[in-house]
């Protein structure tokens, strides 16, 4: 099912990509990412962890615009002492991203800007076992995020969009009669390819 889901987004950023014109207000983006813990979730001692984001943009002034998105990150961890069940656990992360990003051109280049992003999220976090089975879930709670980067002009109006990210996330977690704070923070790692239409 995962992989359907990504395979669907690679052919809509494909289709609207070949939808470009001269306007270049619209931007479809599609970024795989590394995400580094920098603390244990309960604990359970996370790994580093991977996921992709796709985001819609929109540039409402020359500089600043929007975006909103989905992603997907996961997170493994080979003891979760905190958790009933078997010790390889993983923690999937999943929902929605918005909020504001200023891209402008680096000097007198015409090929490459810096990015700067903030805004919020609105994700939940899901426990799983090896099996796939999903042990507990969250629930959907609003988080934040902030990123800085750089873009590079590939032409055909398609953008390479390497970014360090941070992002938090505070949520209970339920199992059984046990309540856990999850406090998940992480610096995630991407390199986006944009197309601009």
Known sequence: MKTLKLVMLFTLLFLIGEMGNAQDKWSVEVRPNLDFPTKDLGNADLKTGFGFEVAVGYKFMEHLGAYAGWGYNTFNSDIALTFPGPEDTDFDVTGYTFGLQFIHPIGASENLSYLVRAGGIYNHIEVENDAG??????????????????????????????????????????????????????????VGIAKAF
């Open 133 to 190: 089975d999903i042990n507990a879930d969250s629930g959907h709670g609003l988080g934040w995020e902030v990123g800085a980067g750089v873009q590079v002009d590939l032409g055909s109006n398609w953008k390479l969009r390497p970014q360090l990210g941070y992002r938090a996330l505070s949520r209970d977690i339920e199992i059984g009669t046990v309540t856990i704070d999850a406090d998940l923070n992480y610096f995630s790692f991407g």
